[in-house]
């Protein structure tokens, strides 16, 4: 799994945070809204998108079986219980 696959594990960052909130009390309650809020948006801001078109081997990677599996359990965040 290269970094590329893996920038989607950072989705699981806010529910981290929200049972951080809950669990720890106090300034950590804050967590997810600063997350939500600060964080997210300076690191976007920062790392702005690339404007090149992806090349052979980054669009086979799209279809790796690594990327395939963490996009798969991240649906069971979205809409699973």
């Known amino acids: ?14 529910p981290l945070s929200t049972f951080a909130a809950i669990y720890v009390q106090g300034y950590w309650s804050f967590a997810t809204v600063i997350l939500a809020f600060a964080i997210i948006p300076l690191l976007d801001h920062f790392y702005s998108s690339s404007e090149k078109n992806l090349t052979e ?15 798969y359990i991240q649906i069971f965040q979205y809409f699973g219980d």
Do not use: C
């Open 57 to 71: 081997q980054e669009e086979g990677s799209k279809l790796s079986k690594s990327f395939l599996i963490g996009y």
């Open 1 to 14: 799994m290269n970094w590329k696959d893996s920038k989607y594990l950072l989705a699981y960052l806010a």
